[in-house]
């Protein structure tokens, strides 16, 4: 199993800056891609960014503001999020694709942490 530990959501006033970290552990054999998602009240969870060795990608309404990275050391992803608005309030989700040392690959996601972006 991989747990996902999220860290660093809050309260930010519009056009503030946050980031949130992700730390995966466990049985880890590999890990595969590593993202962020968000569901905010009423909608469905939606893809921000993922980052694979292959690149990153962003949805339309983050691209310019958050940034994705990764620490393949510490099996860890960040997302700094800049220009806030308020319609990125949501509760955040990390999400990865590992294989386990069972040579499974299976997705991971984590409890998920609370932005607000307020007026």
């Known amino acids: 199993q991989v747990q996902l530990v999220e860290s660093g959501g809050g309260l930010v006033q519009a056009g503030g800056s946050l980031g949130l970290s992700c730390a995966a552990s466990?049985?880890?054999?590999?890990?595969?891609?590593m993202g962020w998602y968000r569901q905010a009240p009423g909608k469905q969870r939606e893809l921000v960014a993922a980052?694979?060795?292959?690149?990153?990608n962003y949805a339309d309404s983050v691209k310019g503001r958050f940034t994705i990275s990764r620490d393949n050391a510490k099996n860890t992803v960040y997302l700094q999020m800049n220009s806030l608005k308020p319609e990125d309030t949501a509760v955040y989700y990390c999400?990865?694709?590992?294989?386990?040392?069972?040579?499974?690959?299976?997705?991971?996601w984590g409890k998920g942490t609370l932005v607000t972006v307020s007026s």
């Open positions: 980052i694979a060795s292959g690149g990153t």
């Open positions: 999400n990865t694709a590992a294989t386990t040392r069972d040579y499974k690959v299976r997705n991971y």
């Open positions: 466990g049985s880890i054999f590999g890990i595969h891609v």
